[in-house]
């Protein structure tokens, strides 16, 4: 008999484990479980509806804030009189994590948005430019508010293209965009 037991208790410690089947209330809290626990490391979404993109923007020193997987955001400043610029890069390649693949479709007052601490707010493209590709950007300073998004040039190796956006106005986040 106790070799039966013994037996039996092998075999259930051995065994694979048994997948769990979760209700559909169970499934949606640990969805929203899940969400919250991401959203944790978000900083903010961008929007830009001329070319197709909204995407997810995560907090820096977080695992998810890097170019190959996101949009990677590099700086964000903020000055004593309260003006500050943002500074994001992606990849301008085919990959499926190429988002910034038609950033060179935006022209001069084409409309990008920014969701940051449940308010959206509204920039103007204002600027486009080439850099060089060294490893370090100098971005431009400006006495006013913006956004710059920065992708390799697609035509020239050794060039960055750079785009700044103005702020315009901070809107309703329940505005549809």
């Known amino acids: 008999m106790i070799i039966f037991l013994s037996l039996g208790i092998i075999l259930y410690l051995i065994s694979p484990p048994k997948e769990i089947s979760l209700t559909r ?20 979404i961008l929007k830009i509806p001329t070319i197709n993109i909204e995407n997810p923007i995560y907090q820096k020193g977080t695992p998810q804030n890097n170019v190959d997987e996101n949009i990677e955001l590099l700086e964000e400043t903020i000055s004593k009189n309260k003006q500050y610029y943002i500074v994001l890069a992606s990849h301008s390649g085919t990959g499926s994590h190429a988002y910034f693949k038609n950033l060179e479709q935006l022209k001069i007052a084409d409309k990008i ?9 509204e920039y103007t493209l204002i600027k486009k430019e080439e850099a060089p590709k060294v490893g ?3 971005i431009t300073q400006y006495d006013f508010s913006y956004i710059v998004l920065i992708t390799c040039s697609k035509t020239k190796e050794d060039k960055q293209e750079v785009y700044y956006a103005k702020l315009d106005e901070k809107i ?3 505005q549809n965009l």
């Not at 948005?113 to 707010?121: C, F, M, S």
């Open 25 to 44: 209330v169970q499934r949606e809290d640990m969805d929203a479980y899940k969400k919250q626990e991401e959203n944790t490391n978000l900083f903010g």
């Open 113 to 121: 948005y920014l969701t940051y601490q449940n308010n959206t707010y």
């Open 172 to 174: 309703n986040k329940k």
């Open 136 to 138: 370090e950007i100098e």
